[in-house]
């Protein structure tokens, strides 16, 4: 079997990715400053606001058709998107495919997590549940009837936010949580990724830990450190095949939104360091627990009620070839998660795809996006006919005055 180290011109580029090293900066931006809309090339505009220390939000939306005349369509009925990142190395940049199809749809919000090595002193811990409360954050400034998508890692984290929101403030709640690939209960379906994960203990994992100082503030921090993420990867692409595995295969024959600017190569070869007490905490929350993070869902050590998702729809995404959360990890709870009458919980199931073919390339727009938009249209639909019926009975519910007369 062949792999992209047999290429010249390939490994000439992941060999230099290599010596360049994983050592990132803050941040990798989006270069998303156009899309195509109805054939035609609309500016993107991009703003951002701090959620904590280790994060931002991103918000990403179309600029008027024409500078004299927005177009009505522009100003009503927008959808907003929030896009959840994992947060396990790679740059949020990760999702720019994602939010390049989703902007035609509706504004765009993207949670961004920032290398640990350059913010250290604003962040003496960060751990899983610290993560969670960014999430939780995220939604909330999004706004009340948006739609969450979250990828991989982040699926768990994700979910807990939106039932602590649901159970809290109802109102306040997302409309739709589509879960893409999220390993939520990885031993109701094992996979080659969570198997190689479990084989090692906690303490396993703490070893490969290293103390790390910050360039901006000369402080000492114990990290994942992002170079060793990057050698697993280069070992990993050493042995796949271009033509046969689905990561080799994006990256020698890049169908993404605008590789030109931001190559998958990139994207998947960029790193940032980790802070040590999430690498853990994420690890045994995840996958060291037999029913996974969120069965039952925890954040801070309170137990969040699975009754805070009744109120809003559910789907499952998953990629029929995914080797990284098998199909069956993410429905697993998503099934068995209670619903209000009338909110959906769907199970889409994508034959052909891996996991990074989900969320990148040409797969993600083709085959992805298409079934995601088709079941968030249909959550919008439901809203739609339920606040017309509760209108209706409103309407015809006798007024205080009337009964009292009566």
Known sequence: MTSLMYDPWMAQRLW????????QPLRLGFALDAVIVDGASRLVREESAPLGPLATLRRFRLT???DAAPCAADAANRRAFLLSPPFSGAYSVILRDMAAALLPEGDVYVIEWLNVARVLD?????????????????IRRMGPGGHVVSVCQAGPPTLIAAAALGAEAPLAAPASLSLM???LQPSAAPSPVSECIQAQSLEWYRSRLVSRVSRETGARRWVYPADAQLRLMMST?????PTKDELSRLISRDTGDAPHRLSFLEMVTAYMDLPGEHFLSSLEQIYMSPEGAVSPMRWRGVEIPAEGLRGIALS?????????????QTTAVVDVV???EGVSRRRILVDGLGHFGLFYGAGWREKVAPRLLG???????ARARRATATARALEAAPTMVEAVRA
């Open 181 to 183: 690939s999220a390993p």
């Open 316 to 328: 499952a995404v998953e990629g029929g070839e995914d080797r990284v959360a098998a199909p069956g």
């Open 338 to 340: 209670p619903a209000a």
């Open 237 to 241: 692409l050493a042995a796949q095949s």
């Open 122 to 138: 604003a962040a003496p811990r960060f751990d899983f549940d610290d993560q969670i409360e960014m999430i939780w954050r995220a």
């Open 375 to 381: 079941f968030i249209r249909s959550v919008e639909r």
């Open 64 to 66: 008027p058709a024409t």
């Open 16 to 23: 230099r990715r290599l010596l360049v090293g994983a050592n």
